[in-house]
């Protein structure tokens, strides 16, 4: 695992930055989807639903990549490529509150469907660059 250097931690914990997510698909082919994202303990966390394409993807052990462009600054960004390191149900559903409260202000996540079950994805960075 690599550290994120200091002076890009504003974007993965201050700043309500979106996060493009990259993941591969079955074919080889590459899938993006802009995400809500926290980091905690040296790992970026996003969350998504059963049946989604990046859920379908990000099975443990998947390699994927986030881009993260500062919100303040179109010119500065930190591009985070790893592996997702665990993948569960277990406190999902928390966690994507947590995400409504960060993004919207709202305590409980807004646009979740009926039946949804959601998934938590932990990724360890592996290799960081950054511009700005």
Known sequence: MVEIPEKFKDLLVQKK????????????S???TPVWFDYVNGRVRVNSARGRVKTRN??????????????????????I????????????????????H??????????????DVRVLFEIEPAKINTMG
């Open 17 to 28: 930055a979106f996060a493009h997510l990259a993941t591969v698909m079955p074919d080889g």
């Open 30 to 32: 590459p899938q993006v």
């Open 58 to 79: 990000m099975t443990e052990g998947a390699r994927v990549a986030l881009s993260i462009l500062d919100p303040d600054n179109a010119y500065r960004y930190i591009q």
């Open 81 to 100: 490529r790893g592996r997702v390191v665990r993948v569960t149900e277990d406190g999902a559903e928390a966690h994507i509150d947590g995400l409504a």
């Open 102 to 115: 960060k993004y919207l202000g709202k305590d409980k996540y807004p646009f979740g469907q009926p039946g």
